[in-house]
């Protein structure tokens, strides 16, 4: 177990100074259009969606028939299509809109992408597919190479689809199976249907005055175009834009990753910034293949992620970390402040005092980093982050913050307003024009938009009510993944099941399992349906109520896509919770509910 944060001595700070300073610099930044500020990719931008990766390859429209449909090719669809290939269902289509599968992955190719989860727990299925890991914190080629592996190993490209896009799922209530309609003129059936389509998958674009009117070249980070910037995703040098001068839009975790990148290659990079990130050490190494195959005794990827998950839990009680790094740190520095309360101060709200301390500690040490490495001191001071560290994504880098020591690399910091406008020739920023050849918007993607403008369908249940109008008060499933009313529909993500958002694929591994052990069993016993119990899609959502509610996303936080961009998120907000009793008591819940094969609240016919 690291040391590292009981070691070193603790910053001093004034908490009440510091939580005026946190309001102040969110209150600056609330703007009345929350997600409206952001323009939908569509119509006149349309083509900075375009695939820049893989062409299109004509094909006919399919009109068969397939076991199991999955949407969605990134970790969620592999997962899945992996396990139901291991329980013996043969015919399983993959629909993907990307040119192959990798979901996040497969878009996501800028320069310096990487995960930063440990890669020894954020790759799936590595003991399955034999594969160690080359760093701790791999790079995206090596990730997209893992699912490429993958769907090689389970045979998923044989029925896959991609450059597809669902546009209509409907039940077919007479046959007990799902109808799929796409953009490429397909109408297909499926008996089970998965839905798997990722939190982060539909870029956006700044609103900014003028976006339209720029004659220089742009793209979205999501779409990097290394036709025109050189280089490659590994990283190569990205020679064509030593004469260019480069702005890029945006500050948040995949800003920091690409950065080092462009401040290296630009002839002149300006850091377009409206709130920082917080920047802790990365400290990412190579992974010894002796240590490796010391360690990969049989089940031992699964050890792994038990282990960090329970770290990650209150009062799941481990003392060992495996993964040591900034997210088992955060928490257990969280426990330690809650260890030193006295007995009678461990109530909820000596608890919650605890880990304001904590906090402000950690967040301490990170603004000083940010004074340690960048030698001018009014940039140094613009680059720290003024909220708590789970406001936004925490990030964590070696190379981020100094790369604002490069003479040729400029901070232009807009004191939390956005850049201004943008002109034929430019960006400007409180009043100055920056005129650049190149504009890279790394300003994120749709999250608080309706699910159905994000996705592009919306799932046609029993007698015809939409999944949207189902939900209209608020989400109700069972596991997150069934739902009353949808036969035969599984939808894989974390939201009212584990919801263990430091390691989302420990959450896509356990529902991948589940899934396939729920088909095998309704085609073992002849059943063409599954179909949830009301009752039980009632008491699950009582339960998921009675628990702390929302974790992240406090109104009190700098605004972002944690909290709805600091709006109002409604009264269906308090159903995106997960298992009361945390991540790792949910894990080892649902592993019983499973094994017991009755699969209590499903109803099979
Ligand atoms: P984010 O939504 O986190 O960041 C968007 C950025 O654009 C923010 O800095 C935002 O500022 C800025 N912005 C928006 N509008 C303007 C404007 N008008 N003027 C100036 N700046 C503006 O997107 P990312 O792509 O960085 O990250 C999205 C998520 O993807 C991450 O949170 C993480 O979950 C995931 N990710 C994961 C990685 C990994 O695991 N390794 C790597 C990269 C991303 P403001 O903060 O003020 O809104």
Redesign the pocket.
């Known amino acids: 177990m690291s040391m590292q944060s009981e070691s070193k001595p603790r910053p001093k700070f004034d908490a009440e100074a510091l939580r005026r300073k946190y309001r102040e610099e969110r209150d600056k930044?609330i703007r009345q259009d929350g997600n409206e500020?952001?323009f939908e990719i569509a119509g006149q931008y349309a083509h900075y969606l375009d695939d820049p990766y893989t062409p299109i390859t004509p094909r006919e429209p399919k009109r068969d028939h397939v076991t199991f449909a999955f949407i969605g090719g990134g970790f969620s669809g592999l997962v899945t299509g992996a396990r139901l290939k291991e329980a013996g269902i043969e015919s399983v289509r993959i629909i993907e809109k990307g040119g192959d599968f990798g979901g996040?992955w497969y878009w996501?190719r800028y320069p310096g992408?990487?995960?930063?989860?440990a890669s020894m727990i954020y790759l799936p299925l590595l003991e399955e597919t034999r594969h160690m890991p080359s760093e701790k914190?791999a790079h995206a080629p090596e990730i997209l190479e893992q699912c490429y592996r993958i769907a090689q190993k389970f045979n998923l490209y044989q029925d896959a689809l991609f450059h597809t896009i669902v546009t209509d799922l409907e039940w077919d209530e007479a046959h007990s199976r799902w109808i799929i309609r796409t953009n490429r003129g397909d109408e297909f059936t499926a008996q089970f249907l998965g839905m798997g389509t990722g939190p982060?998958h539909v870029p956006k674009l700044?609103?900014?005055a003028g976006i339209e009117s720029f004659k220089g070249h742009s793209f979205h980070?999501?779409r990097w175009d290394y036709g025109y910037t050189g280089g490659d995703p590994s990283g190569a040098l990205m020679e064509k834009l030593k004469d260019k001068r480069v702005a890029i839009?945006?500050?948040?975790?995949?800003?920091?990753?690409c950065v080092p990148h462009l401040s290296r290659a630009c002839k002149a990079l300006y850091v377009?910034?409206?709130?920082p990130?917080s920047v802790d050490v990365r400290d990412n190494r190579a992974i010894d293949p002796d240590w490796f195959s010391e360690i990969s005794t049989p089940g031992w990827q699964q050890r792994w992620l038990e282990n960090f998950t329970a770290n990650q839990s209150a009062g799941a009680g481990t003392d060992v970390d495996l993964v040591q790094d900034g997210w088992t740190d955060l928490s257990r520095r969280i426990r330690s402040k809650i260890f030193e309360l006295p007995p009678e101060q461990r109530t909820p709200m000596g608890m919650l005092a605890a880990y304001e301390e904590s906090d402000f500690e950690k967040m301490e040490e990170i603004r000083a980093r940010a004074e340690q490495v960048v030698r001018d001191r009014e940039t140094a001071e613009k680059l720290k982050a003024w909220y708590r560290q789970l406001c936004?994504?925490p990030c964590f880098h070696d190379e981020y913050l100094q790369a604002f020591n490069n003479p040729s690399t400029k901070l232009v910091d807009?004191d939390?307003?956005?850049?201004e406008r943008i002109t034929e020739k430019g960006v400007v920023v409180a009043g100055r024009e920056y005129e650049v050849d190149c504009v890279i918007y790394?300003?994120?993607?749709e999250?608080g938009t309706p699910f159905e403008r994000r996705s592009g369908f919306d799932p046609k249940g029993r007698g015809g009510v939409r999944l949207s109008e189902y939900w209209a008060n608020g989400m109700r499933t069972l596991h997150g993944c069934h739902v009353h009313s949808f036969p035969n529909l599984f939808i894989q993500q974390p939201t009212q099941g584990a919801n263990l958002i430091s390691n989302v694929p420990h959450n896509l591994t356990e529902s991948g399992r589940t899934i396939a052990m729920i088909v095998k069993h309704a085609v073992a016993h002849g059943k063409s349906r599954v179909e949830l119990d009301r009752g039980a899609e009632e008491a699950w959502v009582d339960l998921l109520l009675s628990g702390p509610g929302l974790m992240l996303g406090s109104q009190e936080c700098?605004?972002?896509?944690y909290n709805n961009?600091g709006q109002d998120r409604g009264p269906q907000a308090k159903y995106y919770v997960g298992y009361p009793g945390g991540a790792a008591a949910y894990f080892k819940y649902l592993d019983k509910w499973r094994n017991t094969g009755r699969f209590e609240g499903l109803v099979f016919g």
């Open positions: 930044r500020q952001y996040t996501n992408a990487q995960c930063d989860t914190y982060l700044p609103g900014i980070t999501s839009i945006g500050t948040g975790a995949t800003a920091v990753q377009c910034q409206r709130t990130s936004k994504r807009t939390g307003k956005g850049v790394a300003s994120g993607f999250v700098t605004p972002g896509y961009e």
